[in-house]
Nanobody, 123 residues
Framework: QVQLVESGGGLVQPGGSLRLSCAASGFTFSSYWMYWVRQAPGKGLEWVSRISTGGGSTYYADSVKGRFTISRDNAKNTVYLQMNSLKPEDTAVYYC????????????????WGQGTQVTVSS
């Protein structure tokens, strides 16, 4: 049974940091590209970041570039999203997703999705 389980969300003040984790099981994690996508209240999906199977290639949305860092540990079947200098506009439910293929930025047809974790940035 495939599972992607996100954790690490919560309430943080502007300028603060959070580290999201996404633990994968039920598939060959090291063979999958991993993605982070978010959805703010009342808005559509927004692509955030992706990382290649081996971790050597990463890419970020302009809105988070320089503040967020994606990484993965294939030995632990886990992908991370380190979020620094958080802003109120980063408030959203954050989802991790997995796919065997490299997807274009607005193609959300990933093979597997997690259930999401809420991140709220507010003073």
């Amino acid at each position: 049974q495939v599972q992607l389980v996100e954790s690490g969300g919560g309430l943080v003040q502007p300028g603060g940091s959070l580290r999201l984790s996404c633990a994968a099981s039920g598939f060959t994690f090291s063979s999958y590209w991993m993605y982070w996508v978010r959805q703010a209240p009342g808005k559509g999906l927004e692509w955030v970041s992706r990382i290649s199977t081996g971790g050597g290639s990463t890419y970020y949305a302009d809105s988070v570039k320089g503040r967020f860092t994606i990484s993965r540990d294939n030995a632990k079947n886990t992908v991370y999203l380190q979020m620094n200098s958080l802003k109120p506009e980063d408030t959203a439910v954050y989802y991790c997703a997995a796919d065997e293929r490299l997807k274009t930025l607005r193609d959300y047809s990933y093979g597997y999705w997690g259930q999401g974790t809420q991140v709220t940035v507010s003073s």
